[in-house]
Structure formats: structure tokens, C-alpha cells
């Protein structure tokens, strides 16, 4: 079974910064995309940032500019390198894959890590 597992959240002021991380057990490119998702509390998850297999990557309007997501293809492993955070920005984020099945994909989630931004 794919797992992906997130480190790197955590407290921070405003104005900080913050990396995450997310390793997957399985070579990146059984992905068409790995990225990062977020919820708030009453809120709906929302897109952050996301990269495709290919290389290209897309942001969610409200972190673009500051948020920025990279892969290293030898680690398995994603980033997210959140910087000029904001108390809005404070969520759980989920690492999450869309696994290649033959001719569809399967979403797979990482179990969430705690973002808090406050001063």
C-alpha cells in the first residue's frame, strides 16, 4: 500500500517561514502529481500547491508568490517552502498523490500536519 508521510509543521510568528515535507513510499513517478492541500477549521480543503510529473506546478491564488514546491526525484519526497506566513494560513495540510492505476489514477492522502500561524 502507497503511503506518503508530512513533517515540517508546526508554530510560527507571522512574517515566518516554514518547509514541509512529504516522502512517499513508492518511486514519484507512479504519481501523475503529488502537491499539498489545506483545512481550516469550518472550511473546505483547498488546493496549495501541487507539481506534476512533468515538472509543471500550479499554487491556490491566496499563497502564490509565497509558497513554493519542489521534489526531490532520488528522496521521494516533496517540499513546500511556505514564506511571509499568515495567521490565514494556519490549517492542517495534506500531502497528497494521484497514483497512476493503468489507464486512471487513485487519489492516496498523507495523515496531516499541524500548520499554526500566531504571534
Sequence with gaps: QVQLVESGGGLVQPGGSLRLSCTASES???FNAMGWYRQAPGKQRE???QIRRVGSSV???SVKGRFTISRDNFKNTVYLQMSSLKP???AVYYCH???IQG???E???G???QVTVSS
Design 28 to 30: 514519484i513517478f507512479r
Design 47 to 49: 488546493l496549495v500547491a
Design 59 to 61: 499554487y491556490g491564488d
Design 88 to 90: 490565514e494560513d494556519t
Design 97 to 99: 498523490a494521484d497514483l
Design 103 to 105: 489507464d486512471s489514477t
Design 107 to 109: 487519489a492516496v492522502w
Design 111 to 113: 495523515q496531516g500536519t
